[in-house]
């Protein structure tokens, strides 16, 4: 319950939609307690080696600290020594050429070649991490891209993408190989993004941390067709990151702002921000349109509400955003 705008958003920030502080501190230990399980695989000497300067590194929305409630996944990049191997460019991707001394990763190339298969890579991590007897299942997910690591303990699952960073280009740059779920590799660089992330958050008097947050809150409730959670991050970014955007303190006052922005982008091009897979909206025009109605009704939804707080009618307005935002939205109180 709530009697004021601004203590309902806080109260439904913090019990909604930002991750529990507690789950969080003990979903970081359990990553740590796994990567020193997955630090122990070429012990016996059959296993892929490791990167030597990092092993592994952190990617997706809990990296990025966009991650919403519940937690359910965290992503995870081991970074694999290349061995000398090297990259060859073919169409949406590349494939991966590796030198005969290399006998491990020889092993797991494409039957008679020397292109190491990134689906066998990632069914020899399956092998490993169905060993390790602390953790319940292991299996390959469905775009053959990543294994996917439950636990006994817990809700959130691993998904745990092997990986190779490149060799430096003229300009000094490098980014990863990951697979690409038909047997070759796709370049990414999560880097870009966390600094992108942090960089405009920083810029701006809002955390845009939470206006991700919430805005990915308000496409889960299928009011309308669904955006990617990537996609929508970098939608509001994008918005965030623009010169004329100078934000307020507060989250309701944003909001408005961002289901017009929305409303007049979601037929738009958005390019990828680290400039690899091109335009990121995939969505269908049925999709799109559905997408723009809903925006459209909850603009005019947040301004009505907006108009009931200047007006001093708390309880009004906090209907009004409940309209928006649905049951878990505080209630109005008095007291």
Known sequence: MASTVNSAFDTFMKDSIRLNSDRNIIAKKSKNNLLIEIEKFPSDGKFLDYYTDYMSIDYGSYSRKTKI??????????????QGNWREPIDDGYRIRVRPEASKQIALCNSGTDALNS????????????????????????NQEAVTLELNSYEWVFDIVPCFETAPDYLGKTF???PDGKGNWKP??????KNRT????????????????????WTKRRTASTMGSYFLECLILQYYDSNTVNSSTYIHI????LFAYIYHQIHQTLNDPKGFQGD????????RNSIQERAKLDYNRSIQAREYETKGKQKESIEKWGEIFGS???????Y
């Open 69 to 82: 409630r519940p937690l359910d996944d965290i992503d995870l990049m081991v970074v694999l020594h290349a």
């Open 119 to 142: 689906i066998k890579v990632i069914n020899k991590f399956k092998e490993y991490l169905s060993n390790i007897s602390s953790y319940k299942k292991a299996e390959i997910k469905r």
């Open 176 to 178: 990863f190989l990951i």
């Open 188 to 193: 990414t660089d999560p880097r870009i993004d």
């Open 198 to 217: 942090n960089s405009i958050n920083g810029k701006q008097q809002i955390s845009v941390l939470d206006m991700i947050r919430i805005m990915k809150f």
């Open 254 to 257: 944003e909001l408005p702002n």
């Open 280 to 287: 990121l909206n995939k969505l269908t025009w049925d999709e």
């Open 328 to 334: 878990e939205f505080p209630i109005y109180s008095a």
